[in-house]
């Protein structure tokens, strides 16, 4: 077990010598918690973001059963995989700046409650449109929770204690991404698609009871906004950012359709059982969790980040070109290579904003947040093209498909600004390894 409480506590005594110990305030001004309901707090958030990611991909193994029930192609289903994308993409920028102004811990919470209620009532969908609305507002939830919640596990540390648990939290993403292919691939089969959903929907939902009942009420707490005359964001019209959000469109579409769509074409072109499929599905996502760390250990101590950004998609975009071509082992092995060059990207990615010398240390997290929400958005008409091409040419083509526009996006990269000698805001508190 990780011990993830910090020291925060000051003994105060009294006038008679009493030992009563109080809590102060942590090095970076938010309240201080015991450290008991610190560790308490930082398992129940790492649980979340197992949750939230599990639902994120379950849909993945219940698509060729969700196209009979409907009578729906793989055009149509693109557009229901492409949904979640633009709900995550939308909301990403506004996400940070409602738990700025009404703070973390209620925004998060509030964001992964929707994402299970959508999730549940998804088994319920009368329709296929109606499916893809309830997909559409998970997305909403999804991005509702993504950046607060980080910002809400850091804010239970103070600075140099929050590696760990940030850390771990981010690295949670892959584990539940994992969980929820192969756990939907097995799930299918026994209760149903509607019924795989709703175990998915109805997990989160309990954990974000538990959540709100259990996390205390002062982490995440919203600061009082400056007066004054307010200005735009540096980072919203900050050159780096855009290139960065735009050259990994097409990566981060290609990333989530393969998540998605993997195990029905392990199951319809290459006759693989739905769980053989959804283990290889897995391969595809959790290997990422051992590229994040050392995508960003040289990240920060080498400064060709344009070069590893390069290296890294051009190695993710051959490995899937091979896809159509893999036998079971061999698509196991691209697997595993390919999800850890695209944990390396995006660790790279994060570490990137804290050494542009004319960005705001406090606009780091807005920075981010645009670029996931340009990627999401952007990656959601790739997945929804890849569904298409599947339908009209067949998962030959489609695969094609993916790593050309992986490629096409990246020629962004020129307009990135070269990166300074140091970072300018000090080392980031965490290192991400997945999507949002």
């Known amino acids: ?58 849909t993945g193994p219940a698509l060729p059963a969700i196209g009979s029930t409907f009578s729906v192609g793989a055009a149509e289903l693109g557009v229901l995989v492409a949904a979640f994308l633009v709900g995550a993409g939308l909301l990403q920028v506004p996400a940070g700046m409602l738990a700025r102004r009404y703070g973390a811990r209620g925004v998060s919470i509030a964001g992964v409650a929707l994402l299970a209620v959508a999730g549940s009532a998804s088994a319920a969908a009368p329709t296929f449109d109606a499916l893809v609305a309830l997909r559409l507002a998970a997305g909403f939830g999804a991005a509702l929770f993504f950046s607060p919640a980080i910002g809400l596990v850091a804010s239970l540390y103070p600075p140099g204690k929050r590696g760990l648990p940030v850390g771990t939290f981010s690295s949670a993403f892959s584990g539940g991404a994992a969980l929820g292919i192969v756990a939907s691939a097995v799930l299918v089969p026994v209760i149903g698609w509607r019924g795989a959903l709703l ?54 579409g290609a990333a989530f359709a393969t998540g998605q769509f993997i195990v029905p074409f392990g199951e319809a072109v290459r006759g693989w059982s739905i769980l ?78 804290h050494f542009w010398r004319d960005l705001p ?32 040419y067949g998962y030959g083509v489609a695969w094609a498909f993916l790593p050309l526009a992986m490629l096409a996006t990246l020629l962004v990269l020129f307009a990135l600004p070269p990166t300074p000698a140091a970072p300018a805001v000090g080392p980031p508190f965490a290192v991400d390894v997945g999507p949002p």
């Not at 506590?9 to 102060?24: E, I, K, M, P, Y």
């Not at 590229?291 to 490995?319: D, I, K, S």
């Open 1 to 58: 077990m990780f011990d993830f409480a910090p020291a925060r506590r000051r003994v105060a005594r009294d006038g008679a010598g009493s030992g009563a110990v109080t809590l102060s305030e942590n090095e970076s001004g938010s309240p201080a918690i015991d450290p008991r309901q610190v560790t308490r707090a930082t398992w129940i958030l790492i649980a979340l973001r197992v949750g939230y990611a599990y639902n994120w991909f379950d």
């Open 199 to 252: 175990v998915g929907g109805v997990g989160l939902g309990v954990l974000s009871l538990i959540a709100w009942l259990a996390i205390p009420r002062a982490a995440g707490r919203a600061k009082p906004l400056p007066s004054g005359r307010r200005t735009w964001p540096v980072a919203l019209r900050y050159r780096g950012v855009w290139a960065i959000g735009l050259a990994f469109v097409g990566t981060e």
């Open 276 to 353: 053989l499929a959804g283990v290889v599905g897995m391969m595809f996502v959790f290997p990422s969790v051992f590229g994040g760390p050392v995508g960003g250990w040289v990240a920060e101590r080498h400064r060709n980040h344009r070069t590893q950004f390069v290296v890294a998609t051009l190695t993710a975009a051959g490995l899937l070109a091979l896809v159509p071509f893999a036998g079971l082992a061999a698509a196991i092995a691209l697997g595993i290579v390919f999800s850890f060059a695209y944990g390396a990207i995006y660790a790279i990615m994060y570490v990137l904003p």
């Open 361 to 392: 240390a406090e606009e780091v997290p807005v920075a981010i947040g645009l670029f996931n929400s340009i990627q999401l958005s952007g990656g959601a008409a790739i997945s929804f093209l890849f569904g298409w091409v599947v339908g009209a």
